[in-house]
C-alpha cells in the first residue's frame, strides 16, 4: 500500500483537500465580482478543478464534488450532508469561501477504492 504524507495510509485528509478547494476557487473566481452570466461558468470551472487537483494527488479514493455560488444579497444559505460510510478511510469536507459580493460553498466527498 502507498504512504501519504500525512502518515496516515488510506485515510482522508480533510485539511488537505480544504486547502486545494480554497486554491481552486480563488484561481476560478479571484476578486472577480457575482455575475448571473459567470455563475455556471464558476460552478463548472470549480468543481472540475477540484476534481482533477485531488485526482493528480494519486490516492485512492472516488470523489463527488458540489459547489454552490450565491450572491451576498442578506438572504440566508443553509446547507448540511449526510454520509453513510467507513468513517477510519472516507471523508468529506466543506469549504465556505466569500468576497464582498458573493459566497461560494464546495463540498468534497472521498470514498475509498478497496
Known amino acids: 500500500m502507498e504512504e501519504y504524507p500525512n ?3 488510506g485515510s482522508f485528509n480533510s485539511e488537505e483537500a ?3 478547494v480554497k486554491e481552486c476557487i480563488e484561481a476560478v473566481v479571484g476578486g ?3 455575475s448571473v452570466n459567470q455563475v455556471n461558468k464558476w460552478t463548472a470551472s470549480i468543481v472540475e478543478r477540484c476534481l482533477t487537483q485531488l485526482v493528480k494527488q494519486g490516492k485512492p479514493y472516488k470523489y463527488i464534488v458540489t459547489c454552490a455560488v450565491m ?3 442578506g438572504a440566508g444559505l443553509h446547507t448540511a ?3 453513510y460510510w467507513d468513517t477510519a478511510v472516507d471523508g468529506s469536507c ?3 469561501w466569500e468576497n464582498r459580493t458573493m459566497y461560494c460553498v464546495v463540498s468534497v466527498f472521498a470514498v475509498a477504492i478497496p
Open 32 to 34: 472577480d465580482d457575482y
Open 94 to 96: 466543506t469549504v465556505r
Open 7 to 9: 502518515g496516515n495510509e
Open 18 to 20: 480544504d486547502g486545494v
Open 71 to 73: 450572491q451576498k444579497t
Open 81 to 83: 450532508n449526510s454520509c
